[in-house]
């Protein structure tokens, strides 16, 4: 446990809570943006930890929860087609779309499998060259380098049953459309430590700075978490708006820039839809022209109508932070996690997934 206990150390945790404590005088809101920090605040008890007057709010950080229900519908349609092979990782296969899901539609004989890496992608597509094989492109800037590299090896194999939906969203903008609503309250961010892996903390300094908010990039456990807190709090009570680093063992300024330079290679930002965000510039990534033999949006006529949220599921409210899962009339009666109605409580990082797991108190917004 060396290098992970330490960080799990309940002497440390207390100490940061208890510094926490004496440096928080007013009531704070803070948004943990990724959906791994909430499950770990929800695993680890902290809202229990701290300050009553310190809200923490579940933002639009699970990537799988922020896929629209449309994009969903798109991969469903894609899986019934004749010939296909569709790959994804497991997270999405319980998501409900408008009238079925991945794993239903493997129930009824679609050809749908789990893969652990887009590098799988590619071996099925080698071994089954009678058949088209779509990987679904779901996540942010953690995950979209890998899948820009796998098209890229795709090329230079010349494998030509190999494509990609690319439904990959980008996390600044999304910070950018909450700060812009007014219904979000939000004084300072947690930011989400495996995208920041990739961007460099630099990615949130125009954020802090046109909108006055504090932004710490923390890691997932308990210590890491807390420490960002206290941070936040620091800031926020001295009237200060910077982006600090309290993940250094794996965050830099800068980021990866072999990872960004894949990336910009192979996609392009686009606007993309965020379940309950709406569209958001420049937020999503597409295919480059020069690699179109290699998206499946272009190489499949999928004709999908436009769906709404299932009635009654606050996913959407929730992915904005301005509901928690308790104040969702469908939480924990029609919506558990073996009935899932919406995405919140199918994904292992949703926020709804983890407030039924763990029980956490209720928070009044």
């Known amino acids: 446990m060396k290098y992970i ?42 809202r229990q930890i701290l300050p009553e007057t310190i809200n923490l709010i579940s933002g639009p950080g699970c990537p799988v929860c922020v896929t629209s229900q449309y994009e969903i519908d798109q991969f469903i349609e894609l899986a019934n087609q004749k010939d296909v092979i569709v790959t994804t990782f497991g997270d999405l296969m319980r998501v409900p779309g408008s009238r079925s899901s991945l794993q239903k539609e493997r129930a009824n004989g679609a050809d749908v499998r789990v893969v652990y890496s887009t590098l799988d992608c590619l071996a099925i597509a080698q071994k089954n060259p009678a058949k088209e094989v779509v990987f679904l492109g779901v996540g942010f800037e953690t995950t979209a380098p890998t899948i820009a590299a796998a098209i890229l090896a795709a090329e230079n194999k010349n494998l030509k ?59 997932f456990e308990p210590a890491d978490i807390l420490q960002g807190l206290f941070m936040l709090v620091e800031q926020f009570e001295n009237d200060e708006a910077k982006v600090e680093i309290a993940y250094r063992r794996t965050v830099t300024w800068e980021g990866n820039r072999r990872a960004m330079q894949i990336l910009d290679q192979v996609f392009e930002s686009v606007n993309a839809e965020w379940r309950g965000l709406g569209v958001i510039a420049g937020s999503g990534l597409k295919i480059r022209d020069e690699f179109s033999e290699f998206d499946a949006l272009r ?34 009666k029609s919506c558990t996690p073996e009935t899932p109605v919406g995405p919140c409580m199918v994904s292992s990082e949703g926020t709804c997934a983890a407030y039924f797991r763990y029980r956490a108190r209720d928070i009044e917004l």
């Open 299 to 332: 190489k499949f006529a999928l004709d999908v109508p436009y769906a709404a949220d299932p009635p009654g599921c606050a996913c959407g409210e929730i992915l904005a932070g301005t509901k928690n899962p308790f104040q969702c009339q469908l939480f924990g």
């Open 161 to 219: 049953n190999f494509s990609v939906i690319s439904a990959h969203k980008i996390v600044p903008p999304a910070l950018v459309a909450l700060m812009e609503n007014a219904q979000v309250n939000v004084d300072g961010f947690i930011c989400p430590g495996h995208v920041s892996v990739i961007i460099g903390a630099q990615a949130y300094a125009p954020i802090a700075e046109k909108y006055h908010v504090p932004c710490v990039v923390t890691g």
């Open 5 to 46: 206990s330490e960080y799990r150390d309940r002497t440390l945790c207390e100490n940061l809570s208890e510094k926490i404590k004496r440096s928080h005088r007013k009531p704070i809101n803070l948004m943990e943006v990724c959906g791994t920090h909430t499950m770990s605040i929800a695993r680890n008890g902290i």
